[in-house]
């Protein structure tokens, strides 16, 4: 029989959720755990998306594991190198034996004075509701909806005859081979398909209404290689995690600080790997670096297809389907016998479970997170989201290390209940992630807020975080303990 009654409920058991359950039974054996999945395998975002070529846009020795070294030579890795990485992470520490699948966190209730959480479940498997407590939920379902990706309604699309897939919906059976292949979108998918799909596709056509920021990043890691083989494991990792970390950091720092010289610098990247081979236009935003996230592309794989005529880019506006094809607005037409809608992906917090304290209704939008991690007025309740500007690992790392270091606290001292309180004034509510793309500003209302200071500011700066999630002390003004 499985315990119905935990101190830790963990929802999600992709790359955080993985990561949370070691943290937590590491630092603090003694806590009973079980992680919910609501699909029937473990591994979030890289088993659930199968479109070609999906890769990560972190280099994998910040997107890895702390505590797990990366051996893969490949810094830049494909989808199922990573999804075997975290299921050997679940496998080596009997992770795998805690997650609970096919079982979907729906609705969770706090009560201050039992100081638990209730927690509806949708038993998927037994096509029932079961109900769980804990004394701490830890949500890392992320912040993608995963039951559908955003696409935009255009007109004449149910006159065009061949295909149109949306990336999050891709089967087995979407037929590319010596096709020709429109993809729709500039973003992180787009530039990983167009490459892909490109060695067997007739012609890919990668069509923007707007540029996006693409730098060449090397797919592998040359200084990394060179300490594996002569360095244990364990030191070589740690040597060259904290080296892309710094480097990340520099990078992001220098574009926000000297905005026009990083934007000739990276156009100038694009123009030596194109050889003129396109209109560099095409990957010339009007906003600022890192106004929306900068893409990468390993060892300029999508540079080579489109400078080998592969693939093409471009930047213009649909007017409409037609039955071969898309017009534009331009009046070029498009001929497609398969449409790649990379439009984007939908937001949807907690993964869309409802949450009520003492009978009333949280509503997200109405709340404000603390150091990232907790949300003002909800007790006994952690989230992981990873940094908009580096990998999302590195912060779901120190946002478990610091969850285990509260759970800690709060026994040393006989407390029960930890909520975060909004006392000061003067902290002004800012949107939760700083950032002009699309899709986070279709959602962001509907997400907590972040403030103007300290504790309530989002830093997305891994140094910065370090130390207050490891050494900052817990009990502060924001803070509200309870027995």
């Known amino acids: 029989m499985q315990p119905s009654d935990l101190d830790v409920l963990i929802v999600g058991a992709g790359l955080s959720g993985i990561g949370a359950a070691y943290h937590l ?12 999945e609501g699909r029937e395998r473990l591994g979030g975002t890289w088993d659930f998306f ?3 070529g999906i890769r ?6 910040t997107l890895g594991y702390s505590f797990r070294p990366w051996t893969n030579p490949k810094a830049i890795a494909d989808g199922p190198a990573i999804l ?6 679940a496998e080596a520490y009997g992770i ?3 997650i609970r699948y096919r079982q979907r966190a729906v609705r969770a209730s706090w009560s201050s004075k039992d100081a638990r ?7 998927d498997a037994a096509g029932e509701t079961v109900r769980l407590t804990c004394k701490f939920l830890f949500m890392c379902a992320g912040y993608y909806d995963y039951d559908a990706g955003y696409t935009p309604e255009l007109a004449g699309m149910d006159r065009f005859r061949g295909r149109i897939v949306h990336p999050q919906k891709w089967t087995p059976d979407v037929a590319y081979e010596g096709k020709r292949v429109v993809v729709i979108g500039s973003g992180a998918t787009a530039v990983t398909l167009v490459p892909e799909l490109a060695k067997r596709a007739a012609h890919v056509t990668m069509l923007q209404r707007s540029p996006t920021y693409v730098i060449t990043v090397p797919e592998r890691d040359a200084i990394a290689n060179w300490m594996r083989a002569r360095l244990p494991a364990g030191v070589a990792y740690s040597v060259a995690r904290w080296k892309n970390v710094g480097l990340a950091m520099a990078f992001y720092a220098y574009c926000r600080r000297f905005p026009d010289q990083a934007k000739r610098l990276m156009i100038g990247g694009v123009k030596k790997a194109l050889r003129g081979a396109s209109a560099v236009e095409n990957f010339t935003p009007s906003y600022a670096p890192w106004d929306q996230r900068v893409c990468m592309v390993p060892d300029g794989d999508l540079f080579d297809a489109i400078r080998e005529g592969r693939a093409s880019v471009v930047t213009d506006h649909i007017a409409s389907f037609t039955e071969t094809g898309i017009r534009l607005r331009s009046g070029e037409e498009l001929a497609a016998d398969l449409v790649v809608m990379a439009t984007g992906l939908q937001l949807k917090f907690l993964g869309g479970l409802e949450l009520e304290v003492d009978g009333a209704r949280v509503e997200p939008s109405k709340t404000m ?3 990232g991690i907790m949300c003002s007025d909800v007790p006994n309740m952690a989230l992981a989201i990873g940094y908009t500007n580096a990998s999302w690992t590195l912060k779901c790392d120190l946002t478990s ?13 006989g407390y029960r209940q930890c909520c975060p309180r909004r006392t000061d004034p003067t902290v002004k509510e800012m949107p939760i992630i700083d950032f002009s793309s699309s899709y986070i500003q279709r959602a962001i209302d509907r997400f907590p807020r972040q403030g103007s200071a300290t504790p309530w500011k989002l830093y997305q700066n891994y140094a910065i975080d370090r130390f207050l999630l490891r050494h900052a002390p817990l009990k502060d003004r924001a803070m509200e303990f309870r027995a």
């Not at 630092?27 to 009973?32: G, L, Q, S």
């Not at 075997?84 to 992470?89: G, I, K, W």
């Open 401 to 413: 290390e610091y969850v285990c270091r509260l759970l800690l606290y709060m026994d040393a001292h």
């Open 84 to 89: 075997a990485y975290v299921r050997e992470t």
């Open 369 to 371: 997170t603390y150091k």
């Open 50 to 52: 199968r479109y070609p």
């Open 25 to 36: 039974q590491t630092k603090c054996p003694d806590k009973t755990y079980a992680i919910l």
């Open 56 to 61: 990560s846009d972190s280099d994998m020795y």
């Open 96 to 98: 795998d034996r805690k």
């Open 117 to 123: 959480w209730t927690v509806e479940v949708r038993d």
